[in-house]
């Protein structure tokens, strides 16, 4: 799955950008072979390879779309950004998310949210709101599949455990959590009954053609609510999408735990697409204004490269 539609000089700009500092010259490219212990590349000049490694191995191929996608990132963000998340009441029974695209919000900083709610004083909600506006998508992003698997999982910017559900199902038929930070919900013993004995973690919009009812919001609605209950807050149990009002109390603001530094370590780590695509959305947004669409990113993030590697 690609984070941008790159144009065949904006391949070249990011191999350029990558190779600028470590190979100054097609004589001497000893000090970047030493530093690939698995890897090659080929960098060409007017068509003819100028300095190659392992150009004849056969080599799984990596997203190097995200290392375009962290430079970007860096450079509209700052390494010490961190993304908010926004709770408000309004007349006292309905509790309003308001989402950013925060892609870490999991369920260990959801329980530190309900903990942070209870001391501002929240003992009881009759439903949630659930506010996704700050992104508006209008398609999947490029490569999408919608399959089961998690690296498919649609991106949003009101998501928790990076829209997907990790589930137990016993032969037996049981089905439990497999995360002990994440309690039992509705929604994975749903998803639980339409998949094969074993250990999963999946895609929950991928159910959603199969069941209306399971979607990526009811997961959020449901594990808001399951760790609001475990700090004694009363709970109800609908949810709906909306909007927050200008007359809604500000409860709460929560900025992610991890840095935009940190943020992407994890997704250059474990090559997430989900987490490339909520910050590509993110820096869209934050260059050009809610809300975050693909058009958006896409130009923030060609402009940012070409700021990076100050090149025309």
Request: hydrophobic share 40%; charged share 20%.
């Amino acid at each position: 799955m690609r984070c941008f539609r790159p144009t065949a000089p904006g391949i070249l700009l990011l191999l350029w950008a990558f190779f600028q500092v470590t190979v100054s010259a097609a004589e001497d490219s000893s000090s970047l072979d030493d530093l690939i212990d698995h890897g090659g590349y080929v960098l060409t000049s007017n068509g003819a390879a100028i300095a190659q490694l392992n150009s004849d191995a056969l080599l799984i191929p990596a997203s190097t779309i995200k290392i375009a996608t962290a430079l970007s990132t860096l450079e509209i963000l700052g390494p010490s950004h961190r993304i908010k998340t926004e709770f408000y009441l309004r007349d006292n029974d309905v509790l309003c998310v308001k989402g950013y695209g925060d892609p870490f919000l999991i369920s260990e900083r959801v329980q530190d949210i309900a903990l942070s709610l209870k001391k501002k004083g929240l003992d009881r909600v009759e439903s949630i709101l659930l506010d996704g506006s700050f992104f508006e998508l209008e398609s999947p992003p490029d490569g999408a599949e919608n399959s089961t698997n998690p690296y498919d999982a649609q991106n949003s910017a009101l998501a928790v455990n990076f829209n997907t559900v990790a589930l137990i199902k016993h032969d037996t038929g049981i089905i439990d959590s497999a995360e002990p930070q994440t309690p039992l919900l509705d929604i994975t013993r749903e998803i639980g009954t339409r998949v094969k004995p074993g250990l999963h973690r999946v895609n929950v919009s991928a159910f959603s053609q199969r069941n209306s009812s399971i979607t990526p919001d009811r997961l959020v609605a449901e594990l808001i609510a399951a760790q609001l209950r475990q700090q004694d807050i009363a709970v109800g149990k609908k949810f709906h999408r909306g909007r927050v009002k200008p007359n809604d109390t500000l409860l709460y603001t929560y900025r992610s735990e991890m840095t935009v530094a940190q943020v992407l370590r994890a997704c250059l780590e474990y090559s997430s697409n989900f987490i490339a695509n909520q910050l590509f959305l993110y820096c869209g947004a934050r260059r050009y204004g809610a809300p975050a669409t693909w058009d958006k990113a896409r130009k923030a993030m060609t402009n940012a490269i070409y700021a990076v590697t100050d090149l025309d």
